[in-house]
């Protein structure tokens, strides 16, 4: 796993706080594509595609390859497993402390302690 500076890791969760380029990531996850196949399922203009394709270049998600006027965009996964372990850590943490609140709540209920003065008669 390629380690990520904090600037890269907010790059990362920059890109990935778009539906669109997340959208464009699970395509590229199927196969490379081009610019203008990546734009096809969204309302929007080559050169919008291109805006979220250069976010995505910068946080180190994708990478293009020029074939004469041709843009093949290809998913780089290092970065999204790098965001992954980020995230892990606190899922771990989480997972912790909601095993110690399950043990809580179903560990069976204690009686009360009992008054030592009980059964004395006055």
């Not at 706080?17 to 996850?29: I, N, P, Q, Y």
């Not at 969204?42 to 394709?53: C, G, N, R, V, Y």
């Not at 390859?65 to 780089?76: A, D, M, P, S, W």
């Amino acid at each position: 796993m390629v380690e990520q500076t904090p600037r890269t890791l907010d790059a990362v969760f920059h890109a990935l706080g778009d539906a669109t380029r997340r959208r464009m990531l699970r395509e590229l996850s199927r196969e490379p594509m081009t610019v203008s196949r990546l734009a096809q399922p969204f309302d929007m203009s080559l050169a919008a595609a291109s805006k979220h394709i250069q976010v995505l270049e910068r946080a180190g998600m994708i990478r293009r390859e020029i074939r004469g006027r041709t843009h093949l965009c290809h998913l780089e996964p290092g970065p999204l497993a790098s965001a992954q372990a980020w995230l892990d850590h606190y899922a771990r943490f989480w997972q912790t402390h909601l095993d110690r609140l399950e043990a809580l709540l179903v560990a069976p209920e204690a009686p009360p302690p009992r008054d030592p003065h009980e059964g004395d008669k006055p």
